[in-house]
């Protein structure tokens, strides 16, 4: 897998974001550290990024079905709000589908085309969170399926720190980029949600463990360059069968291509539907986060590595 880093004026702009905060000195990408406080150092990175673009690659093998797409994803923060756009166009069985998850910080727009359907569906987070306050025993939302909803990458790698155990950084490289490659399986205290107590009897929707990809030179200092969602299969009886040929990615996602966009404005990220038939799923989508609060057990695809 080729990674691209960002052109030198734009990478010079987005590294001097990065060393004006106190979040993260300039050697400290470099600097051998456990793996929760990287996790940690790299989402306040990118919470402190006002605006930001990626290219994306996704990849989702799942239920004897592959999906391969790619797209952009775009974040803004103004003031407390945190904006967030992502388009992807998917290849779904030899079919090319668009999805598009468009949020102001307190609505969100999904739209799926396809060459039969087009689906435009709203939901109110304003409203969910207002709900959602209301209950002393307020469920978090699956790391996997909610993250952009929540605030975008940062958010997803807070979730995955809290959720996961990772084991010591390893220092590699891909292409010419240096990067910490962190490896990660649930915390025990993390699987009784999902209405299991090992990690052997998960649904094969959710995974056995992540690895998360961290950029470690000071360009892009502890950019997440990839997020890959593993299973493990059973063992064969072959004695010849070696651990590593056991696992097997289930979702994948990569970032590339990343810059600054300082010309990005609030209007990027609001959405007007038009003419267009419009769904408005908040209430489905409370009662299904209502639904894994009363019974973990029950099934969800939210809970999913992101699959649109």
Same mark, same amino acid.
């Given at each position: 897998m080729k990674y691209k880093v960002p052109s030198s004026p734009v990478a010079i702009g987005l590294l001097g974001l990065l060393a004006g905060s106190a979040m993260l000195r300039a050697d400290d990408a470099e600097r051998p550290r456990p793996a929760a406080e990287l996790?940690?150092?790299? =989402?306040?990175? +990118?919470?402190?990024?006002p605006a930001l673009e990626a290219k994306m690659r996704q990849r989702v093998s799942l239920f004897g079905h592959e999906m391969v797409g790619s797209g952009t994803y775009q974040q803004m923060t103004a003031g407390r709000q945190r904006m967030l756009r992502l388009e992807l166009k %998917?290849?779904?069985?030899?079919? $090319?589908?668009?999805? #598009?998850?468009?949020?102001?910080?307190?609505? %969100?727009?999904?739209?799926?085309?396809? *060459?039969?359907?087009?689906? +435009?569906?709203?939901?109110? &987070?304003?409203q969910i969170r207002r709900e959602l306050a209301k209950r002393a025993n307020a469920p978090k939302f699956s790391a996997a399926g909610n993250w952009f909803a929540l605030g975008g990458l940062d958010y997803l790698l807070?979730? @995955?720190?809290?959720?996961?155990?990772?084991?010591?950084? =390893?220092a590699t490289q891909i292409g010419e980029v240096p990067v910490w490659e962190l490896t990660?399986?649930?915390?025990?205290?993390?699987?009784?949600?999902?209405? $299991?107590?090992?990690? *052997?009897? @998960?649904? #094969?929707? +959710?995974?056995?463990?992540?690895?998360?990809? &961290?950029?470690?030179?000071?360009?892009l200092p502890l950019f997440?360059?990839?997020? *890959?969602?593993g299973r493990l299969r059973a063992l064969t009886e072959s004695p010849? *069968?070696?651990?590593?040929?056991?696992?097997?990615?289930?979702?994948?996602?990569?970032?590339?291509? $990343?810059?600054?966009?300082?010309? &990005? =404005?609030a209007r990027h990220f609001s959405f007007q539907p038009n003419d267009q038939d419009v769904i408005d799923v908040t209430q489905r989508y409370l009662e299904r986060i209502v639904q894994r609060l009363e019974s973990p057990s029950a099934a969800d695809p939210e809970t999913a590595p992101d699959a649109p």
């Open positions: 996790l940690t150092a790299a =989402a306040e990175n +990118l919470g402190g990024l %998917m290849d779904v069985a030899g079919e $090319v589908a668009s999805f #598009q998850q468009i949020s102001d910080g307190t609505t %969100m727009w999904v739209r799926r085309d396809s *060459e039969q359907t087009q689906r +435009l569906e709203y939901i109110n &987070l304003r807070n979730a @995955l720190n809290r959720n996961f155990d990772f084991g010591p950084p =390893a990660g399986v649930w915390k025990p205290t993390a699987l009784p949600r999902y209405g $299991v107590t090992s990690v *052997e009897a @998960l649904p #094969q929707h +959710l995974p056995h463990m992540v690895k998360v990809t &961290l950029g470690r030179d000071q360009q997440p360059y990839r997020i *890959e969602y010849t *069968e070696s651990p590593s040929s056991t696992y097997v990615a289930i979702a994948a996602m990569d970032l590339h291509g $990343v810059r600054h966009r300082p010309d &990005l =404005a």
